[in-house]
């Protein structure tokens, strides 16, 4: 697979990673070991950069991916985050106080069983905390040798620049993908500052997969119940722009995820999309998204068919 550098600090990765949180949360019951099978097949078909954090399982998620990468720690690249706790509701809140990073990127180390994590990310940001005191936490984990790069995600342009004034950021991750664009106003700053972008959810999180349900059939705790794309008013409309979508993949010989996927690898040479899957299969699928090209007229045409993305609102 070819490589990609994120940010200017020497940090190259295969241009499709791996996410690993529907190992863990997100998506439905998974089956631990299909998914040490889909981690090691991700290896198998040069994937190098491999995504989790701490929030997915509580650490479970982190374990998972230790043991599915143990073999081939050394050939591969581990990011891991903190930053995001429960209240006493179960609801997600941002915590980035310094004495809980310090706690916490110390249980990542240990849940994933490595001796460094290569790229360190606050999760979310905390309003409560300036990004600089939060960054000036994480390079103590650089200057102790436990951490090899820096990270932001769900943050904004401004503290990107912020952050980097502090030390050198390697990435952002955030969001993005044919559904979701929001990401395209970060990449003034990451042009100026030569920092990666990995792009999270970039088959909008399986919307863009060719295999979509309605909100009701998803289990409980599928996080997809709760997303715009899926709401009732919103989800035919969608599901259509998937339809033409698929047409074109196929008139390349080639699937909905891989268009997804290589519509990301041809926005920009610095953005490493991270898919998720627990299935080896459908690891394997998305990974030849890197042998597709998408020539001026297939950009076009996608532009043509979502001009905004998913659809999120009102459809009347
Ligand atoms: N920083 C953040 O706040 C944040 C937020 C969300 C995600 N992330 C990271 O980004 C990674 C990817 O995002 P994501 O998992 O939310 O969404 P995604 O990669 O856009 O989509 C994942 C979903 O698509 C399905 N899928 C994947 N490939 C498929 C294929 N070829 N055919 C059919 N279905 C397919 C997966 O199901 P199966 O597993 O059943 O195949 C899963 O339900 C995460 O794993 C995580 O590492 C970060």
Do not use: C
């Not at 439905?28 to 929030?55: C, K, Y």
């Not at 597709?292 to 905004?308: E, F, G, S, V, Y």
């Amino acid at each position: 697979m070819q490589q990609r550098t994120l940010g200017r600090q020497g940090l190259a990765v295969g241009q499709i990673g791996y996410g690993s949180m529907g190992t863990a949360i997100g998506y439905g019951p998974s089956d631990d070991q299909e998914s040490i099978a889909a981690i090691r097949r991700a290896h198998d078909l040069g994937v190098t950069h491999f995504d989790t954090a701490r929030m997915y399982g509580w650490g479970e998620g982190e374990k998972l991916l230790g043991t599915a990468i143990a073999p081939f720690r050394d050939e591969i690249t581990i990011a891991t985050k903190f930053g995001i706790e429960t209240d006493t509701t179960g609801a997600f809140l941002p915590d980035s106080r310094p004495e809980h990073i310090r706690k916490v990127v110390d249980d990542s180390l240990r849940n994933l069983g490595v001796d460094s994590i290569d790229l360190l990310y606050q999760h979310l940001h905390d309003p409560d905390v300036p990004v600089e005191e939060v960054v000036g936490v994480m390079q103590e984990f650089v200057d102790a040798g436990k951490v090899k790069y820096l990270g932001l995600s769900n943050t904004t342009p401004e503290n990107v620049r912020r952050a980097h004034a502090v030390h050198p950021i390697t990435a952002l991750q955030t969001e993005y993908s044919i559904f979701e664009r929001g990401a395209e106003a970060f990449f003034p700053v990451l042009e100026e500052l030569g920092i990666g972008l990995v792009s999270y959810s970039p088959l909008a999180r399986g919307f863009l997969s060719g295999v979509v349900k309605p909100r009701d059939q998803h289990a409980a705790d599928d996080f997809r119940q709760f997303i715009p794309w899926w709401a009732p008013e919103n989800f035919d409309a969608n599901v259509e722009i998937t339809h033409r979508l698929t047409e074109l993949a196929e008139s390349k010989g080639a699937s909905l995820s891989q268009l997804a996927l290589a519509w990301l690898l041809a926005r920009k040479d610095y953005i490493v999309p991270i898919p998720g899957s627990r299935n080896p299969d459908r690891v394997a699928q998305n990974i030849a998204a890197a042998e597709l090209d998408l020539t001026a007229d297939d950009l076009a045409r996608i532009d043509q068919i979502a001009p905004n993305g998913g659809i999120t609102g009102p459809t009347a």
